[in-house]
């Protein structure tokens, strides 16, 4: 099957490989005291000093930093790196805030890039690979992160971007595209207007992956896509904070490798801050061991997973997260009640009456908030009994309930009516004045 | 025998949605014969007959409506008091179940037309041509 980029790194014994993370925190911390205004005001807020950290255990004596943190140094406080050494600058969108600039040295692009490598071959990707990167370049990180690593194999990289989805097509069978870059919800929408222009993705291009990301998304969309197309569906993960797209799974599909030599992950119980047991789901904190411009020691990333220590079926011995289950900032609270958009996803999606785009809408109606679900109904799920629509209307809302334990109303909407997106989809419209 | 296609489509119940539908035929110059809106709240389902179904499926399905076809009965019943009990008695006997029914008068005809879907159409055919009720064809109805 697929080979290994670095074999040497990716393959480590866990004794080395937690060597070298110690010899990296400990570096990183003295560099960030040294070079970093804030963080030495953090440390000594906290009470401590480089010299504290002599073991990895010691991590949890360091004080966590935030997206906020990022936000109220903006542009470039809480830069560990001088002007003179910054070779890139990407900004994130800020959609709930002020936006966060993040910046790399020569050297943290390298890094970024040699991540992507790894992560590219471990799914198969070669040499002999063309990769159409449709996520959106410029000052987000999705489309210049996956052209990087791509070239770095030495893929003929397509820079497409997001949008012209026919034209995408058209590039894909012209150009012999292998693997495709993109949202999963982009990827929807390309399968839907492929189907249109009477091209079937399987039997009439050369497409055998997908990289999917920047948003949530669920096994079972997985299994759609791949049922649909043929091809396999990966996910990868990360975000422009500790660089951009950094991780994907292997070809074994058993989690997302996160590159130990780079970054120290943890899991972390959001409430307390204090870390849970191996395989047991919290919040992930990231510590950037090997990156310059901008480091980020404890990073608490907002996004809840699972982590495992255990060697992959690959081969690879660095840390594994299991699919992202939600992002704190997306969780609803509906009624008291959690509820992950992703969750909603994957009910929806097990159900094949039910079309690929759906949305959520929240609504308060005196004291109560009130869920709805549009989703869109598929030919194959179109009975003309009345009758038989109102039975799945109320299938679709207990199989909700059963998972989200709170009601929700479902609304059947003709296809095409849920907006599509080209980058990251807007899945839920919160109406609530709170 | 070729049964006769009706064609249905799911529709959200929103202003506009009906004239779409009847725009789209027209523009292919698909002539409706019989029409019925089932509402259920917030969508609806449209259920015609038309003289080309197979024409209409297709331009409705390229416009990206949610259409399907069914094979439905045309049977042809005395405009008088009792024409449509003498019908539906049968079925109802022979424990034929109608799911839905709509009916319509041709401009030629003394004669109503009943469309009836029914959970057995074999039997249902048989039953009625047993009772002498005339079933239109497909070209009948093609050329009403």
Request: charge should be neutral; hydrophobic fraction near 40%; include cysteine.
């Amino acid at each position: 099957m697929s080979g290994y980029w670095d074999p040497h790194i990716e393959r480590m014994p866990l004794e080395d490989l937690h060597a070298l993370q110690e010899d990296r925190l400990k570096s990183i911390v003295r560099y960030v005291y040294d070079h970093s205004a804030f963080y030495r005001r953090r440390f000594n807020e906290a009470g401590v000093e480089p010299s504290d950290i002599k073991t990895l255990a010691d991590i949890t004596k360091l004080p966590f930093t935030r997206k906020v943190d990022l936000r109220d140094n903006y542009p470039t406080g809480m830069f560990s790196a001088p002007k003179s050494q910054v070779v890139r600058y990407h900004v994130s969108s800020g959609t709930t805030g002020k936006p966060t600039v993040v910046g790399y040295t020569k050297g943290d692009i390298e890094t970024w890039s040699e991540s992507l490598a790894r992560a590219f071959t471990s799914i198969g990707l070669g040499s002999d690979d063309v990769v159409q990167v449709a996520y959106g370049y410029g000052l987000f990180t999705g489309g210049l992160g996956a052209h990087y690593g791509a070239e770095r194999i030495g893929a003929a990289v397509l820079p497409v971007g997001t949008g012209s989805t026919e034209r995408q097509i058209e590039l894909m069978q012209d150009l012999g595209t292998t693997a495709i870059a993109c949202t999963p919800s982009y990827f929807l929408h390309i399968m839907e207007v492929a189907e249109k222009m009477g091209i079937s993705i399987r039997n009439d291009t050369k497409l055998k992956a997908g990289i999917f990301g920047a948003e949530p998304w669920s096994l079972e969309t997985r299994s759609r896509i791949e049922e649909a197309t043929g091809i396999k569906a990966y996910d990868i993960y990360g975000t422009s904070e500790i660089s951009g797209p950094l991780f994907t799974e292997c070809h074994c599909k058993k989690g997302i490798h996160v590159w130990g030599d780079m970054f120290l992950t943890e899991v972390i119980d959001p409430k307390t801050g204090e870390p849970v047991a191996d395989g047991e789901r919290g919040e992930l904190v990231f510590t950037t061991l090997h990156k310059f411009a901008l480091p980020l020691i404890r990073y608490r990333i907002g996004d809840l997973s699972i982590m495992t220590n255990e060697t992959c079926e690959c081969g690879r011995t660095h840390p594994r997260i299991l699919r992202i289950l939600g992002r704190t900032d997306d969780m609803l609270i509906i009624r008291g009640i959690n509820v992950f958009p992703s969750q909603v996803e994957s009910v929806l999606m097990k159900i094949p009456e039910v079309g690929d785009h759906w949305e959520i809408i929240v609504d308060r109606k005196g004291p109560l908030d009130m869920m709805s679900v549009r989703v869109e109904l598929t030919s194959a799920g179109f009975s003309d009994k009345i009758g038989d629509l109102m039975k799945l209307k109320k299938k679709v809302s207990k199989e909700l309930k059963a998972v989200l334990n709170i009601a929700a109303e479902v609304d059947l909407v003709e296809p095409g009516t849920i907006p599509r997106s080209m980058g990251k989809a807007k899945r839920v419209t919160d109406n609530r004045k709170i | 025998m070729a049964e006769i296609k009706q064609i249905s489509l799911f529709v959200e119940n929103r202003p506009g949605r009906t004239a779409k539908v009847a725009k789209t035929l027209s523009a292919a110059g698909v002539h409706i014969r019989a029409l019925t809106i089932a509402e259920a709240g917030d969508f609806g389902v449209i259920r015609m007959v038309v003289d080309d179904p197979e024409k209409g499926y297709k331009v409705l399905k390229e416009s990206a409506f949610t259409v399907s076809m069914t094979d439905v009965l045309a049977v042809e019943m005395k405009d008088t008091p009792g024409g449509l009990y003498e019908i539906v008695n049968t079925l109802g006997q022979s424990n034929v179940n109608v799911d839905y029914a709509y009916a319509f008068v041709t401009a030629k005809a003394q004669r109503a037309m009943l469309i009836l879907r029914v959970d057995d159409i074999a039997k249902a055919r048989k039953v009625l041509s047993e009772m002498g009720v005339k079933i239109a064809t497909r070209e009948e109805i093609q050329a009403i």
